[in-house]
């Protein structure tokens, strides 16, 4: 869904959208004209300001390229994360985003997060993103894609459990079946940032840069509770 223009004209060329889904998400963003092909792009969640949200870029553009009627077949956005490039192919928008990189994370220096956000469960891998600050939690490949979706994680004790201050956002992940109903998925992942006001992201972008590294393959990820494509 497109998100809304709002008639007011602000200060140094700014435009404010307010994202309206289907799902409950709150983000805001504001985008400011640089040149006819540049646009500044700054992305916020309830509590602060957001280096990086690739469905609110695909939104700016859609706005720009279909409301807008911008003539460019490529929009520059000049960001917190560097500048994002957009272009449109036939009827779909084409986004260029940064991949970035994850490093094994010691277990015992998170060890309280991981408890309030997988209780006993098996973790299989622990990885951290310094760019994202992200930590990534690998789930055994013994479970089921319904234990990820059912699981009751504790996102409001994030905040009490991280003492390395460096994790601002944490990615639940399973690894996807190669046979049976769910077969086709690579992995399956849920987003958890109460750091930033959002105890879980229903549907965010931010993360799957961080995924894609880690799993080194062209993914196909499945949020539970968001409608698959």
């Known amino acids: 869904m497109l998100p809304v223009l709002s008639d007011s004209v602000f200060p140094h060329h700014f435009l404010f959208f307010w994202l309206r889904w289907p799902i409950p998400v709150a983000d805001s963003y504001c985008l400011r004209l640089l040149s006819c092909s540049r646009f500044g792009l700054r992305w916020f969640t309830p509590a602060n300001e957001v280096p990086l949200c690739g469905h609110a870029t695909l939104a700016s553009a859609a706005v720009l390229f279909h409301v807008k009627k911008n003539p460019n077949s490529v929009l520059t956005f000049v960001t917190l994360s560097g500048e994002l490039k957009t272009r449109q192919e036939k009827d779909q928008i084409v986004l260029d985003l940064p991949l970035y990189s994850t490093y094994p994370q010691v277990p015992q220096e998170v060890e309280e997060l991981i408890k309030a956000a997988t209780g006993d469960m098996i973790v299989q891998d622990l990885r951290y993103s310094p760019d994202t600050e992200k930590l990534l939690v690998r789930l055994s490949d013994a479970y089921e894609r319904s234990v990820l979706e059912e699981l009751q994680v504790r ?14 956002g944490l990615i ?7 046979n049976g109903k ?8 849920r987003y958890f940032a109460p750091w930033y006001g959002v105890l879980e992201d229903p549907v965010t972008g931010c993360y799957d840069f961080v995924l894609s590294f880690f799993c080194n393959i062209s993914l196909i990820i499945i949020c539970p509770g968001v409608p698959e494509p």
């Open 182 to 189: 769910d077969k086709g998925h690579d992995f399956y992942s």
């Open 172 to 178: 639940l992940t399973l690894k996807g079946k190669s």
């Open 155 to 168: 996102a409001q004790h994030f905040l009490s459990a991280e003492k390395t201050g460096k994790v601002k």
